[in-house]
T-cell receptor, first 112, second 114 residues
Framework: DAKTTQPTSMDCAEGRAANLPCNHSTISGNEYVYWYRQIHSQGPQYIIHGLKNNETNEMASLIITEDRKSSTLILPHATLRDTAVYYCIVRVHMEYGNKLVFGAGTILRVKS | GAVVSQHPSWVICKSGTSVKIECRSLDFQATTMFWYRQFPKQSLMLMATSNEGSKATYEQGVEKDKFLINHASLTLSTLTVTSAHPEDSSFYIC??????????FGEGSWLTVV
Protein backbone atom coordinates (compact mmCIF):
# COMPACT_ATOMS: atom_id res chain seq x y z
CA ASP A 1 0.00 0.00 0.00
CA ALA A 2 1.28 3.46 -0.85
CA LYS A 3 2.25 5.10 2.43
CA THR A 4 1.73 8.74 3.33
CA THR A 5 3.75 10.91 5.70
CA GLN A 6 2.26 13.93 7.43
CA PRO A 7 3.44 16.22 10.21
CA THR A 8 2.07 15.21 13.58
CA SER A 9 0.53 18.58 14.34
CA MET A 10 0.20 22.13 13.08
CA ASP A 11 -1.15 25.40 14.40
CA CYS A 12 -2.90 28.04 12.34
CA ALA A 13 -4.30 31.45 13.18
CA GLU A 14 -8.01 31.94 12.65
CA GLY A 15 -8.73 33.60 9.31
CA ARG A 16 -5.40 32.63 7.81
CA ALA A 17 -4.78 29.92 5.26
CA ALA A 18 -3.89 26.49 6.62
CA ASN A 19 -1.46 24.55 4.43
CA LEU A 20 -1.21 20.87 5.29
CA PRO A 21 1.56 18.93 3.54
CA CYS A 22 1.64 15.25 2.70
CA ASN A 23 4.33 13.05 1.19
CA HIS A 24 3.36 9.99 -0.85
CA SER A 25 6.54 9.15 -2.71
CA THR A 26 5.53 5.55 -3.52
CA ILE A 27 2.24 6.46 -5.15
CA SER A 28 1.38 4.64 -8.37
CA GLY A 29 0.24 6.35 -11.55
CA ASN A 30 -3.44 5.48 -11.19
CA GLU A 31 -3.79 6.03 -7.45
CA TYR A 32 -5.79 8.96 -6.17
CA VAL A 33 -4.93 11.17 -3.21
CA TYR A 34 -7.81 11.70 -0.81
CA TRP A 35 -8.14 14.06 2.12
CA TYR A 36 -10.50 13.51 5.03
CA ARG A 37 -10.80 15.13 8.41
CA GLN A 38 -12.11 13.83 11.68
CA ILE A 39 -13.49 15.91 14.47
CA HIS A 40 -13.41 14.23 17.84
CA SER A 41 -15.75 11.26 18.20
CA GLN A 42 -17.23 11.60 14.72
CA GLY A 43 -16.81 9.71 11.49
CA PRO A 44 -14.32 11.12 8.96
CA GLN A 45 -15.59 13.85 6.65
CA TYR A 46 -14.63 13.86 2.99
CA ILE A 47 -12.79 17.01 1.91
CA ILE A 48 -11.31 16.60 -1.55
CA HIS A 49 -9.44 14.21 -3.82
CA GLY A 50 -7.27 14.38 -6.93
CA LEU A 51 -5.13 12.39 -9.32
CA LYS A 52 -2.79 14.74 -11.17
CA ASN A 53 -4.34 18.16 -11.50
CA ASN A 54 -4.95 20.66 -8.76
CA GLU A 55 -8.48 20.60 -7.44
CA THR A 56 -10.69 23.10 -5.65
CA ASN A 57 -14.09 22.83 -4.05
CA GLU A 58 -16.10 24.78 -1.52
CA MET A 59 -14.07 23.42 1.37
CA ALA A 60 -10.48 23.40 0.20
CA SER A 61 -7.88 23.29 -2.54
CA LEU A 62 -5.56 20.41 -3.30
CA ILE A 63 -2.19 21.05 -4.88
CA ILE A 64 -0.40 17.97 -6.25
CA THR A 65 3.21 18.22 -7.37
CA GLU A 66 4.05 17.34 -10.95
CA ASP A 67 5.85 14.15 -9.91
CA ARG A 68 2.84 13.32 -7.66
CA LYS A 69 5.11 12.48 -4.76
CA SER A 70 3.58 15.08 -2.49
CA SER A 71 0.51 17.24 -2.10
CA THR A 72 -0.78 20.12 -0.01
CA LEU A 73 -4.27 20.68 1.30
CA ILE A 74 -5.16 24.33 1.62
CA LEU A 75 -7.97 25.64 3.80
CA PRO A 76 -8.13 29.24 2.54
CA HIS A 77 -9.60 30.90 5.62
CA ALA A 78 -9.34 28.63 8.62
CA THR A 79 -11.96 28.89 11.36
CA LEU A 80 -12.04 27.43 14.86
CA ARG A 81 -14.38 24.73 13.56
CA ASP A 82 -11.64 23.50 11.25
CA THR A 83 -9.72 22.17 14.25
CA ALA A 84 -9.53 18.43 13.55
CA VAL A 85 -7.28 15.57 12.54
CA TYR A 86 -6.59 15.71 8.79
CA TYR A 87 -5.79 12.52 6.95
CA CYS A 88 -4.02 12.32 3.63
CA ILE A 89 -4.70 8.93 2.06
CA VAL A 90 -3.74 7.17 -1.13
CA ARG A 91 -6.69 5.13 -2.31
CA VAL A 92 -5.60 1.56 -2.86
CA HIS A 93 -7.12 -0.32 -5.76
CA MET A 94 -7.89 -3.95 -5.02
CA GLU A 95 -9.74 -6.44 -7.18
CA TYR A 96 -12.55 -6.49 -4.66
CA GLY A 97 -12.83 -2.71 -4.43
CA ASN A 98 -10.89 0.42 -3.64
CA LYS A 99 -10.00 0.96 -0.02
CA LEU A 100 -8.70 3.76 2.16
CA VAL A 101 -5.89 2.95 4.58
CA PHE A 102 -5.48 5.68 7.19
CA GLY A 103 -2.17 6.91 8.53
CA ALA A 104 -1.67 8.91 11.71
CA GLY A 105 -2.85 12.21 10.22
CA THR A 106 -2.09 15.81 11.19
CA ILE A 107 -3.73 17.45 14.19
CA LEU A 108 -4.61 20.96 13.03
CA ARG A 109 -5.29 23.45 15.79
CA VAL A 110 -6.86 26.72 14.68
CA LYS A 111 -6.33 29.41 17.27
CA SER A 112 -8.02 32.76 17.73
CA GLY B 1 -22.54 14.61 0.01
CA ALA B 2 -23.85 11.10 0.26
CA VAL B 3 -25.21 9.99 3.61
CA VAL B 4 -24.12 6.90 5.47
CA SER B 5 -25.89 6.11 8.72
CA GLN B 6 -24.92 3.80 11.54
CA HIS B 7 -27.05 2.32 14.28
CA PRO B 8 -26.77 2.27 17.19
CA SER B 9 -24.64 5.32 17.92
CA TRP B 10 -23.54 3.73 21.15
CA VAL B 11 -24.15 0.41 22.82
CA ILE B 12 -23.20 -1.23 26.09
CA CYS B 13 -23.18 -5.01 26.26
CA LYS B 14 -22.16 -7.64 28.74
CA SER B 15 -19.01 -9.66 28.28
CA GLY B 16 -19.70 -12.86 26.36
CA THR B 17 -22.69 -11.58 24.46
CA SER B 18 -22.90 -10.58 20.79
CA VAL B 19 -23.76 -7.16 19.46
CA LYS B 20 -24.77 -6.06 15.97
CA ILE B 21 -24.02 -2.70 14.36
CA GLU B 22 -25.82 -1.64 11.19
CA CYS B 23 -24.51 0.56 8.40
CA ARG B 24 -26.86 1.97 5.80
CA SER B 25 -26.30 4.08 2.72
CA LEU B 26 -29.34 6.35 2.70
CA ASP B 27 -29.31 7.97 -0.72
CA PHE B 28 -27.22 5.68 -2.87
CA GLN B 29 -26.58 2.01 -3.50
CA ALA B 30 -23.20 1.02 -2.15
CA THR B 31 -21.34 -1.64 -4.05
CA THR B 32 -18.64 -1.73 -1.40
CA MET B 33 -18.73 -1.12 2.32
CA PHE B 34 -15.84 -0.95 4.74
CA TRP B 35 -15.57 -1.44 8.48
CA TYR B 36 -13.02 0.29 10.65
CA ARG B 37 -12.29 0.41 14.36
CA GLN B 38 -10.61 3.21 16.22
CA PHE B 39 -9.16 3.21 19.72
CA PRO B 40 -8.81 6.49 21.65
CA LYS B 41 -6.13 8.80 20.27
CA GLN B 42 -5.34 6.40 17.44
CA SER B 43 -6.07 6.39 13.76
CA LEU B 44 -8.72 4.32 12.02
CA MET B 45 -7.79 0.71 11.39
CA LEU B 46 -9.43 -1.03 8.44
CA MET B 47 -10.99 -4.30 9.51
CA ALA B 48 -12.66 -5.60 6.38
CA THR B 49 -14.09 -4.79 2.98
CA SER B 50 -17.43 -6.19 1.93
CA ASN B 51 -19.08 -6.32 -1.47
CA GLU B 52 -22.80 -6.92 -1.78
CA GLY B 53 -23.63 -10.56 -2.12
CA SER B 54 -20.16 -11.90 -1.46
CA LYS B 55 -18.02 -12.75 1.53
CA ALA B 56 -16.10 -9.98 3.23
CA THR B 57 -12.35 -9.64 2.77
CA TYR B 58 -10.67 -9.24 6.14
CA GLU B 59 -7.45 -7.40 6.82
CA GLN B 60 -4.55 -9.33 8.25
CA GLY B 61 -4.92 -9.96 11.96
CA VAL B 62 -8.69 -9.45 12.07
CA GLU B 63 -10.59 -12.52 13.27
CA LYS B 64 -13.34 -13.27 10.79
CA ASP B 65 -15.17 -15.56 13.21
CA LYS B 66 -15.27 -12.87 15.84
CA PHE B 67 -16.25 -9.96 13.61
CA LEU B 68 -19.00 -11.23 11.35
CA ILE B 69 -19.80 -9.00 8.40
CA ASN B 70 -22.88 -9.35 6.27
CA HIS B 71 -23.59 -7.22 3.20
CA ALA B 72 -26.98 -8.53 2.24
CA SER B 73 -28.15 -5.61 0.12
CA LEU B 74 -26.76 -2.57 -1.67
CA THR B 75 -27.83 -0.32 1.18
CA LEU B 76 -27.09 -2.37 4.30
CA SER B 77 -24.06 -3.97 5.89
CA THR B 78 -23.89 -5.32 9.41
CA LEU B 79 -21.00 -5.99 11.76
CA THR B 80 -21.60 -8.47 14.56
CA VAL B 81 -19.07 -8.64 17.36
CA THR B 82 -19.43 -12.15 18.76
CA SER B 83 -18.59 -13.17 22.30
CA ALA B 84 -17.59 -9.62 23.09
CA HIS B 85 -14.86 -8.89 25.61
CA PRO B 86 -13.84 -5.61 27.24
CA GLU B 87 -10.88 -5.31 24.84
CA ASP B 88 -13.41 -5.13 21.98
CA SER B 89 -14.62 -1.82 23.35
CA SER B 90 -13.92 0.70 20.62
CA PHE B 91 -15.35 3.15 18.11
CA TYR B 92 -16.56 1.25 15.04
CA ILE B 93 -17.00 3.17 11.81
CA CYS B 94 -18.38 2.06 8.48
CA UNK B 95 -17.99 3.62 5.07
CA UNK B 96 -19.54 3.06 1.68
CA UNK B 97 -18.80 3.76 -1.96
CA UNK B 98 -20.15 3.18 -5.44
CA UNK B 99 -17.78 1.50 -7.90
CA UNK B 100 -14.62 3.21 -6.75
CA UNK B 101 -16.07 6.68 -6.38
CA UNK B 102 -15.73 8.81 -3.27
CA UNK B 103 -16.01 6.88 -0.02
CA UNK B 104 -18.34 8.33 2.60
CA PHE B 105 -18.26 7.51 6.30
CA GLY B 106 -20.92 6.94 8.88
CA GLU B 107 -21.08 8.74 12.22
CA GLY B 108 -19.55 5.80 14.07
CA SER B 109 -20.77 3.51 16.84
CA TRP B 110 -19.32 3.39 20.32
CA LEU B 111 -19.19 -0.09 21.79
CA THR B 112 -18.52 -0.60 25.48
CA VAL B 113 -18.25 -4.16 26.78
CA VAL B 114 -18.65 -4.51 30.54
Amino acid sequence: DAKTTQPTSMDCAEGRAANLPCNHSTISGNEYVYWYRQIHSQGPQYIIHGLKNNETNEMASLIITEDRKSSTLILPHATLRDTAVYYCIVRVHMEYGNKLVFGAGTILRVKS
Amino acid sequence: GAVVSQHPSWVICKSGTSVKIECRSLDFQATTMFWYRQFPKQSLMLMATSNEGSKATYEQGVEKDKFLINHASLTLSTLTVTSAHPEDSSFYICSASIFGNTIYFGEGSWLTVV
